[in-house]
């Protein structure tokens, strides 16, 4: 079982950037593949990216292909998630999540996702 302990968030204007880290807790960390979720406020969760257990395949939601970057510590039990050129529609809560597989299949699915952190505010002003 893993715990995780987002953070990072904040407001930030257009245009700017935003790292937001993922920190677990717990053992196995480096066999489980990771996600970031969205959700802005009457909205659904949104996939947002996601990298496998070794950091070595990262996928993207065409919303945030270019801008933002995915990378992993298995040595720090951490995940990062870096967000440039941030737009007002990135404005959510940003929730990481981990599968505990190697497998990249079904990545963008929340349901895959057993654990779940408790969210980090991003706010991105006009």
């Known amino acids: 079982q893993v715990q995780l302990v987002e953070s990072g968030g904040g407001l930030v204007q257009a245009g700017g950037s935003l790292r937001l880290s993922c920190a677990a807790s717990g053992r196995g960390f480096s066999s489980y593949g990771m996600g970031w979720f969205r959700q802005a406020p009457e909205k659904e969760r949104e996939f947002v990216g996601a990298i496998n257990w070794s950091g070595g395949s990262t996928y993207y939601a065409n919303s945030v292909k270019g801008r933002f970057t995915l990378s992993r510590d298995n040595a720090k039990n951490t995940v990062y998630l870096q967000m440039n050129s941030l737009k007002p529609e990135d404005t959510a809560v940003y929730f990481c999540?981990?599968?505990?597989?190697?497998?990249?299949?079904?990545?963008?699915?929340?349901?895959?996702?057993?654990?779940w952190g408790q969210g980090t505010q991003v706010t991105v002003s006009s």
């Open positions: 999540a981990a599968r505990q597989t190697y497998r990249d299949r079904n990545y963008s699915v929340k349901d895959e996702y057993a654990y």
